[in-house]
Structure formats: C-alpha cells, structure tokens
C-alpha cells in the first residue's frame, strides 16, 4: 500500500520543514550509495536510531536504484 509518491514525500519535507531539498532528492543527488554508507557510519559513531538507515535504503543502494523513483 503507497501512502505517498517520492514526489509527496519530498514536498511536505521541503514546505512542512523547510528543507532546501527533500530527503529522497538529496540521497539522489549524493548517491543513493553514499548516503547509506553515510547513515550507517554515523549510526556506527552514534548508536542514535536517528542515522538506522531503512531497509528499504539499503536494499536500494545495493541495487544501485535511485530514492526518488516509486518502488
């Protein structure tokens, strides 16, 4: 079941929280790849379930599938 599209997602971040960028645009635009292995080292320096990256990012950066595009 799909609550939102990528699109959604990234634009309720970018007008509810003011970000530039949403998360999925911005893990597009640093590598899907690089951004899993950014979250997962700052989880391993923190223990912080905030930087836990997702299954469903990892299962895409091993894929090599960009964030923004729908499962």
């Known amino acids: 079941m799909r609550l939102a ?3 959604d997602i990234d634009k ?3 007008l ?4 530039p960028v949403g998360p999925l645009g911005l893990a597009d635009k640093l590598g899907v ?3 899993y292995e950014i979250m997962s ?3 391993e320096i923190t223990g912080s379930d905030r930087y836990r990256a997702s299954l469903w990012l990892r ?12 499962d």
Do not use: C, E, W
Request: without cysteine; glycine residues 8%; charged residues 20%.
């Open 5 to 7: 599209s990528p699109a």
């Open 12 to 14: 309720a971040m970018q």
């Open 16 to 19: 509810g929280l003011n970000y």
């Open 33 to 35: 790849k690089r951004t």
């Open 41 to 43: 080292k700052l989880f």
């Open 59 to 70: 299962r895409r950066a091993l894929l090599g599938l960009p964030a923004a595009t729908p």
